[in-house]
């Protein structure tokens, strides 16, 4: 039976910049069953998503559920919350947690304020295994299920400790799909080798650009163009390179991409439909998914005028 992700990958869909954008995370541990709006339809509280989900709006704060990898069964005993917060921003990012009672507490936060990179004082610092946050939400799209669930529990058995279960990243077609934290940057096509090698490179604070959808950190030609520098110049530390800003509109920007010390580059990148017309996910209509092609990547050098003397 043909999937979505069975197509893209079939034609090999390009994967950079194709990332779920946000500049934080905010991730509350909620077991049982999930639907497709999980916020909505597990078994926390639908106000309590509802109100999740207005106090997260236009602040560059995402909000999803997370689980332990394996069977869910559907009870409804209370149950403390595990919550991580995480900035993903190059040179200030953070990951932090806490274990809540009930998860009303978390409409005290300042959204606006954590969007912008500020936790308040949140939890404590995470000092555990990076976050591996394995998309498995088969009520969104069944590719999530056939291919995230085994992902999620492979990688628990290999014994990584930071292995979850989330309820939506995005690009479904790219299934299973892997969100890494505290960085953010998210994978497509993932299997169990790949994801050991992106989390032990985690752990030394480098990238694997490979199979690399982007840096949520960045709006989706950033991500691509982003990953592009990084491929052209070998640089794999996490904090290295920034977006500093983009012009243009769709289908056609230039994005300033900057390096830590100084270096910049200019990069063409240029929205297009990936062919032939097929569905972005399982059970959808027919569409041209967008894509972010690089086209070219400049690095901007200062010439210093030669100086002029007079006699």
């Known amino acids: 039976m043909s999937t979505c992700a ?4 079939d034609l090999n869909e390009p994967l950079a910049g194709t ?5 934080t995370w905010l991730l509350l541990e909620q077991p049982g069953p999930w639907g497709a709006k999980a916020l909505t339809s597990s078994h926390l509280d639908p106000e ?9 709006e236009g602040t560059g704060v995402r909000v999803a559920l997370i689980r332990r990898p394996g069977r869910h069964a559907d009870c409804h005993a209370p149950t403390r919350h595990r919550v991580y917060i995480a900035h993903t921003a190059p ?13 009303r507490q978390l409409l005290e936060l300042d959204f606006t ?13 995470h000092t555990g295994a990076p976050l591996a946050l394995v998309c498995t939400n088969g009520k969104r799209d069944r590719c999530c299920a056939l291919l995230g669930r085994p992902l999620a529990a492979e990688l628990a058995s290999l014994g990584e400790e930071g292995v979850w279960e989330v ?14 934290l505290p960085y953010g940057y998210a994978y497509g096509r993932a299997g169990a080798d790949a994801v050991k090698e992106i989390l032990a490179a985690v752990r030394t604070g480098r990238v694997v650009t490979e199979g690399c959808r982007g840096s949520s950190a960045w709006e989706r030609p950033g991500q691509a163009a982003e990953l592009a ?29 900057t390096h830590a010390d100084g270096r910049r580059w200019r990069v063409l990148v240029a929205q297009g439909g990936s062919l032939p017309p097929r569905p972005e996910s399982c059970g959808g209509t027919l569409g041209s998914p967008a894509r972010m092609d690089v086209v070219a990547v400049r690095e901007i050098t200062h010439e210093i005028p030669a100086t002029v003397t007079t006699e």
């Open 6 to 9: 069975t197509a893209s990958r």
């Open 19 to 23: 990332a779920a954008t946000a500049r």
């Open 48 to 56: 309590v998503g509802r109100a999740l989900e207005r106090a997260a």
């Open 91 to 103: 040179g200030r990012t953070w990951l932090r947690g806490q274990v809540v009672d009930d998860p």
């Open 113 to 125: 304020a954590l969007g912008a990179g500020e936790h308040g004082g949140f939890g404590t610092p």
């Open 167 to 180: 309820t939506h990243l995005g690009g479904h077609r790219f299934s299973p799909t892997l969100l890494v």
């Open 229 to 257: 520098v990084r491929t052209a110049t070998g640089e794999d530390a996490a904090g290295a390179l920034s977006v500093a800003h983009t012009d243009g509109t769709a289908p056609r920007w230039q994005v300033t991409v």
